[in-house]
Nanobody
Framework: QVQLVESGGGLVQPGGSLRLSCTAS????????MGWYRQAPGKERELVAN???????NYADSVKGRFAISRENAKRMVYLQMNSLSHEDSAVYYC???????????WGQGTQVVVSS
């Protein structure tokens, strides 16, 4: 079974930084795309950033210039570097991966990020 496990969430002050990690149970070369989503209380889950096998990246407008997605193939990991964090970034962050365009995708369990002073 394909599993994705997130880590790195926690409490951070406004303006601070945090790096999230997602570790896959299989080679990440198997995935057409991997990415990060987030969901705040009372809000819909939204796309934060994606990265393809060819290293093409896509970011939500709200995080462009502040967040960076990357991957480390040998470790089967995808990262989300988050800088200049604000209260609006507080959410549970989920890792997602798809094997192809027609694949419904796989989800991690989520890791919580709280931005507070």
């Amino acid at each position: 079974q394909v599993q994705l496990v997130e880590s790195g969430g926690g409490l951070v002050q406004p303006g601070g930084s945090l790096r999230l990690s997602c570790t896959a149970s299989i080679s990440i070369f198997s995935f057409y795309v991997m990415g990060w989503y987030r969901q705040a209380p009372g809000k819909e889950r939204e796309l934060v950033a994606n990265i393809t096998r060819g290293d093409t990246t896509n970011y939500a407008d709200s995080v462009k210039g502040r967040f960076a997605i990357s991957r480390e193939n040998a470790k089967r990991m995808v990262y989300l570097q988050m800088n200049s964090l604000s209260h609006e970034d507080s959410a549970v962050y989920y890792c997602r991966a798809r094997l192809s365009m027609s694949d419904s995708g796989y989800w991690g369990q989520g890791t919580q990020v709280v931005v507070s002073s």
